[in-house]
Protein backbone atom coordinates (compact mmCIF):
# COMPACT_ATOMS: atom_id res chain seq x y z
CA UNK A 1 0.00 0.00 0.00
CA UNK A 2 1.39 3.52 -1.15
CA UNK A 3 0.91 6.50 1.54
CA UNK A 4 0.91 9.20 -1.76
CA UNK A 5 -2.22 10.34 -2.86
CA UNK A 6 -2.44 13.12 -5.62
CA UNK A 7 -5.01 15.19 -5.63
CA UNK A 8 -6.30 17.17 -8.31
CA UNK A 9 -8.26 20.65 -8.09
CA UNK A 10 -10.54 21.63 -10.87
CA UNK A 11 -12.10 24.95 -10.32
CA UNK A 12 -15.38 26.21 -12.16
CA UNK A 13 -18.23 28.93 -11.11
CA UNK A 14 -21.75 27.73 -11.06
CA UNK A 15 -23.85 28.26 -14.26
CA UNK A 16 -27.71 29.69 -14.33
CA UNK A 17 -28.77 27.29 -16.04
CA UNK A 18 -27.05 24.51 -13.50
CA UNK A 19 -29.90 25.94 -10.94
CA UNK A 20 -33.52 24.94 -9.88
CA UNK A 21 -36.24 27.48 -8.88
CA UNK A 22 -35.04 27.54 -5.72
CA UNK A 23 -31.44 29.32 -6.81
CA UNK A 24 -29.32 26.33 -6.10
CA UNK A 25 -27.53 24.48 -8.02
CA UNK A 26 -29.38 21.07 -9.17
CA UNK A 27 -28.60 17.12 -7.53
CA UNK A 28 -28.13 16.65 -11.33
CA UNK A 29 -25.50 18.67 -11.66
CA UNK A 30 -22.90 17.08 -9.21
CA UNK A 31 -22.13 13.55 -11.89
CA UNK A 32 -21.12 16.38 -14.14
CA UNK A 33 -18.41 18.10 -12.23
CA UNK A 34 -17.25 14.65 -10.97
CA UNK A 35 -16.49 14.05 -14.55
CA UNK A 36 -14.99 17.66 -14.83
CA UNK A 37 -12.63 16.16 -12.05
CA UNK A 38 -11.76 13.22 -13.32
CA UNK A 39 -11.14 14.08 -16.92
CA UNK A 40 -9.05 16.70 -15.26
CA UNK A 41 -7.38 14.42 -13.47
CA UNK A 42 -6.05 12.35 -16.28
CA UNK A 43 -5.23 15.23 -18.22
CA UNK A 44 -3.02 16.61 -15.49
CA UNK A 45 -1.04 13.37 -14.92
CA UNK A 46 -0.43 12.96 -18.98
CA UNK A 47 -3.61 11.14 -20.34
CA UNK A 48 -6.21 12.75 -21.42
CA UNK A 49 -9.37 11.05 -21.68
CA UNK A 50 -9.06 11.27 -25.73
CA UNK A 51 -5.78 9.50 -25.93
CA UNK A 52 -6.85 6.86 -23.53
CA UNK A 53 -9.78 6.20 -25.94
CA UNK A 54 -7.71 6.58 -28.91
CA UNK A 55 -5.84 3.71 -27.61
CA UNK A 56 -9.42 1.40 -27.74
CA UNK A 57 -9.76 1.85 -23.60
CA UNK A 58 -13.30 2.87 -22.25
CA UNK A 59 -13.59 3.57 -18.71
CA UNK A 60 -17.56 2.62 -17.83
CA UNK A 61 -19.06 4.02 -14.73
CA UNK A 62 -20.08 1.01 -12.17
CA UNK A 63 -21.43 3.13 -9.42
CA UNK A 64 -21.97 6.58 -7.77
CA UNK A 65 -22.37 8.27 -4.67
CA UNK A 66 -22.87 11.53 -3.90
CA UNK A 67 -23.41 13.07 -0.23
CA UNK A 68 -24.98 17.14 -0.35
CA UNK A 69 -23.69 18.93 2.39
CA UNK A 70 -24.28 22.69 1.59
CA UNK A 71 -26.02 24.47 -1.30
CA UNK A 72 -23.97 26.09 -3.69
CA UNK A 73 -25.56 28.76 -5.83
CA UNK A 74 -24.99 30.87 -8.89
CA UNK A 75 -22.06 32.10 -9.76
CA UNK A 76 -20.50 30.37 -6.48
CA UNK A 77 -16.42 29.58 -7.61
CA UNK A 78 -16.56 26.14 -6.20
CA UNK A 79 -13.47 23.81 -6.54
CA UNK A 80 -13.61 19.50 -7.91
CA UNK A 81 -10.77 17.76 -5.54
CA UNK A 82 -10.31 14.51 -7.09
CA UNK A 83 -8.22 11.65 -6.03
CA UNK A 84 -8.11 8.35 -6.54
CA UNK A 85 -9.57 6.05 -3.68
CA UNK A 86 -9.31 2.37 -5.52
CA UNK A 87 -7.02 0.76 -7.56
CA UNK A 88 -7.02 -2.21 -9.15
CA UNK A 89 -5.66 -3.54 -13.01
CA UNK A 90 -9.50 -3.96 -13.83
CA UNK A 91 -10.97 -1.12 -12.06
CA UNK A 92 -10.47 2.46 -10.78
CA UNK A 93 -12.43 4.63 -8.10
CA UNK A 94 -12.48 8.26 -7.90
CA UNK A 95 -13.35 10.57 -4.65
CA UNK A 96 -14.50 13.84 -4.94
CA UNK A 97 -14.89 16.82 -2.72
CA UNK A 98 -16.54 19.67 -3.99
CA UNK A 99 -16.18 22.76 -2.12
CA UNK A 100 -16.92 27.00 -1.92
CA UNK A 101 -13.34 28.39 -3.57
CA UNK A 102 -13.37 31.81 -1.48
CA UNK A 103 -14.97 30.22 1.94
CA UNK A 104 -13.78 26.71 1.81
CA UNK A 105 -17.22 25.42 3.17
CA UNK A 106 -17.69 21.70 2.04
CA UNK A 107 -20.55 21.70 -0.41
CA UNK A 108 -20.22 17.63 -1.38
CA UNK A 109 -18.48 14.44 -1.38
CA UNK A 110 -18.77 11.72 -3.46
CA UNK A 111 -17.12 8.64 -5.46
CA UNK A 112 -17.79 7.13 -8.49
CA UNK A 113 -16.48 3.42 -9.32
CA UNK A 114 -15.22 2.33 -13.50
CA UNK A 115 -13.88 -0.99 -15.48
CA UNK A 116 -11.19 -0.85 -17.90
CA UNK A 117 -12.84 -2.24 -21.01
CA UNK A 118 -12.29 -2.39 -24.49
CA UNK A 119 -14.34 -1.08 -27.27
CA UNK A 120 -16.89 -4.04 -26.86
CA UNK A 121 -16.70 -3.35 -22.90
CA UNK A 122 -14.79 -6.42 -22.39
CA UNK A 123 -12.72 -6.26 -19.31
CA UNK A 124 -9.25 -5.25 -19.86
CA UNK A 125 -6.42 -5.35 -17.37
CA UNK A 126 -4.61 -1.98 -17.98
CA UNK A 127 -1.52 -3.14 -16.70
CA UNK A 128 -0.92 -4.89 -19.85
CA UNK A 129 -3.14 -3.06 -22.22
CA UNK A 130 -1.74 0.24 -21.08
CA UNK A 131 1.59 0.25 -19.17
CA UNK A 132 2.10 3.81 -19.14
CA UNK A 133 -1.05 5.20 -17.82
CA UNK A 134 -1.01 2.22 -15.68
CA UNK A 135 2.57 3.22 -13.37
CA UNK A 136 0.69 6.84 -13.57
CA UNK A 137 -2.00 5.84 -11.95
CA UNK A 138 -0.03 3.73 -9.63
CA UNK A 139 2.10 6.62 -8.74
CA UNK A 140 -1.04 8.48 -7.71
CA UNK A 141 -2.90 6.02 -6.18
CA UNK A 142 -3.72 5.98 -2.20
CA UNK A 143 -4.48 2.01 -1.88
CA UNK A 144 -3.49 0.12 -4.34
CA UNK A 145 -5.20 -3.85 -4.36
Known amino acids: MSELMLKIETAIAIRYAETD ?3 IAHHSNYPVWFEIGRTDFFRQIGFPYSEIE ?7 LTDMSC ?5 ARFEDPIV ?5 NRFMHVRVGFH ?6 ES ?4 ATGETNHGWTDRQFHPIG ?4 FPALYEALRFSV ?3 Y
Open 21 to 23: QMG
Open 54 to 60: CNGILLP
Open 67 to 71: KFIKP
Open 80 to 84: IQTYI
Open 96 to 101: YDVYHK
Open 104 to 107: GTMI
Open 126 to 129: IKTR
Open 142 to 144: KNE
